[in-house]
């Protein structure tokens, strides 16, 4: 009798590997769909100290456009406050989520007490991170140079740069 139930098991073990289907590979993630505009809040010349700025993508999301609107608070005692803007072109690595820039601007670069907001040509490079769902986190880091600095402010026209900003990626 145990020779019997050997016997069926050894024979019916490969007609039973062989009737198990293959499980269905796993389907392949679909690539996001292409970056449209982001918008985001945050802080650095780009979006006008404290502001937001829009950025339109074009050339495969290599390159984009943006534009940026602030308000500027007065740190010390007499410095000029307001609203500031900044307006540039980025020209971005590859990646699906992660990508460095490469950032031309016209911002507001430094505040005086007397000189009031003075604007300038900037360069910097920064990280961008865009996650599936839209959110996006921004920084860089540069440098601007103050094209018309009044006679009475000493001290470098160039200047350093930078940006942190939160915000979401339409695709």
């Known amino acids: 009798m ?3 139930l050997c016997a069926l098991l050894v024979l019916a073990t490969p007609s039973r590997v062989c009737a198990q289907e293959a499980a269905p590979a796993p389907a392949p993630q679909a690539a996001p ?3 449209r505009i982001t918008v985001m809040l ?3 010349n780009a ?3 404290l502001g937001a700025q829009a950025e339109r993508y074009f050339g495969h999301e290599r390159g ?3 534009l940026g609107l602030g308000y500027t608070p007065d740190v010390d005692d007499g ?3 307001g609203l500031a803007g900044a307006a540039g072109v980025r020209g971005y690595t590859g990646g699906a989520r992660h990508r460095g820039f490469l950032e031309l601007s016209v911002s507001q670069i430094a505040v005086t007490t007397l000189g009031g907001h003075q604007y300038g040509p900037g360069v910097q490079l920064g990280y961008q991170y ?3 769902h839209g ?3 921004a920084t860089s880091l540069g440098l601007g140079y103050v094209l018309s600095q009044p006679a009475f402010v000493t001290g470098s026209r160039v200047q350093l740069l930078g940006g942190l900003g939160l915000g979401y990626t339409w695709r």
């Open 79 to 81: 410095e000029t406050s």
């Open 135 to 137: 959110f996006t986190v």
């Open 2 to 4: 145990r020779m019997h």
């Open 42 to 44: 945050g802080s650095g």
């Open 130 to 132: 865009t996650a599936r």
């Open 33 to 35: 769909a292409a970056r």
């Open 64 to 66: 984009s456009v943006f």
């Open 47 to 49: 979006m006008g100290w």
